[in-house]
């Protein structure tokens, strides 16, 4: 698995050197392990480079995790409806490790972006609104764990981050979500949304010249109302 995980968007082949550095696994156990993933069919060999590449039974099994998820299935229609009827971007994500996986983005920005984000893909936890609003649910001893990663990754930036989430944190305490602006000139507005000890993130967002803390105003309201609706529906269903 982990040998799986270094695979990411711009690494599309590695040999085993290279995931032996990334994994910290030993070239030999990185060779074997190599080896029964291209027999079982979860990585291929470029034949020219004699690297690896991951093989398409990935995207089937990350299709599964998606058609099977109750939560995206119920979320994402609504998630539609708001993006739609306020062309913002809304979107869904979970924690792995220190970053948080979209499991589902409807891009409706107001303003033309050349940013992009689709299923699968990754962003820092410490610094965007959906991950300080998982941060602001997640379990305690979660949170100190995590935190205390952060801490020793930032250095000297950990004084200014570390504020920002601790106030993010408040936020959700005090009002139901936090807000972000790690792009430049987004505001995005995020809640947490656990269901059933699942744990997720929801945000929503624009691409605007005003003022963030304008933005903010406008986008909190609908998605405190999204986050309602989403619940009450997953709720619903599970009563059923």
């Known amino acids: 698995m982990e040998l799986l995980r270094s695979f990411r968007p711009g690494s599309e082949l590695l040999g085993n050197a290279e995931l032996a550095e990334r994994t910290g696994l030993s070239r030999s156990t990185v060779s074997r392990l190599t080896q029964t993933l291209v027999g079982s069919g979860l990585l291929q060999v470029d034949p020219r480079s004699r690297a690896f590449r991951l093989a398409p039974a990935v995207l089937s099994l990350a299709h599964a995790m998606r058609t099977g998820s109750t939560v995206l299935a119920t979320a994402a229609p609504l998630m539609r409806q708001v993006?739609?009827?306020?062309?913002?971007?809304?979107?869904?994500?979970?924690?792995?490790?220190?970053?948080?996986?979209?499991?589902?983005?409807?891009?409706y920005n107001r303003r033309p972006s050349l940013r992009t984000v689709v299923s699968g893909q990754r962003v820092p936890m410490e610094l965007t609104s959906l991950g300080r609003a998982y941060l602001a649910s997640a379990p305690q001893g979660k949170r100190s764990a995590l935190l205390a990663h952060f801490r020793q990754a930032r250095g000297a930036q950990w004084r200014r981050v570390g504020a920002e989430i601790t106030a993010a944190i408040e936020s959700v305490a005090q009002n139901g979500y936090c807000a972000a602006s790690w792009q430049p000139e987004v505001a995005a507005v995020a809640t947490p949304l656990v269901f059933q000890g699942a744990y997720y993130a929801l945000n929503v967002s624009l691409s605007s010249a005003e003022a963030f803390e304008v933005a903010v105003r406008e986008l909190a309201p609908t998605l405190v109302d999204l986050r309602r609706r989403i619940l009450e529906r997953l709720e619903a269903a599970a009563e059923d």
């Open 83 to 107: 993006a739609e009827g306020s062309k913002i971007n809304v979107g869904l994500a979970a924690p792995d490790r220190d970053e948080m996986v979209y499991l589902e983005s409807i891009r």
